[in-house]
């Protein structure tokens, strides 16, 4: 007799089971490893429990789903720093060179795409590793 438990017996009160969103429903997040475990332990046959070593590797397996939501969350709060860091040079004038030639332009925005950062110059896209300078504009300029 098999000693795993089939997640559709799982109550349907579950949050995976919740009117979330498609892509909510297709992921399970480690609230939800947590629930299929002990509902998995709780429905166990007794005279042929659950091994040591099945138990530490769903453990471990539990522990790794932790660190990559850690990891992941820890990702997320970086790229919102660079976005506020590169956020700054909004309405400065930047200088860059691409292929071989100079432009000037004011920041309008940044972008992002693919994780790549851009600053917006009028209608253009200017990657921020090509900008050679960045300089506020004084009273004066205007």
Do not use: C
Not at 120 to 130: L, Q, R
Request: aromatic share 10%; charged share 20%; net charge negative.
């Amino acid at each position: 007799m098999s000693n795993w438990v089939d997640i559709t017996n799982v109550s349907k009160n579950t949050s995976i089971f919740s009117n979330k969103s498609f892509e909510e429903k297709s992921s399970l997040g480690k609230d939800d490893f947590l629930r299929i475990l002990t509902t998995q332990l709780s429905h166990q046959d007794p005279s042929s429990p659950l091994q040591d070593k099945d138990f530490i590797a769903q453990m471990a397996t539990f522990s790794s789903l932790e660190q990559m939501t850690n990891l992941n969350k820890a990702f997320e709060k970086f790229a919102n720093q660079q976005m506020s860091q590169f956020s700054g040079s909004i309405g400065k004038e930047i200088s860059w060179t691409l292929e071989g030639v100079s432009s000037t332009g004011v920041v309008d925005g940044v972008s992002v795409q693919n994780g790549n950062y851009f600053y917006m110059v009028g209608n253009e896209k200017v990657p921020v590793d090509s900008v050679i300078e960045i300089k506020r504009i004084s009273s004066e300029d205007k």
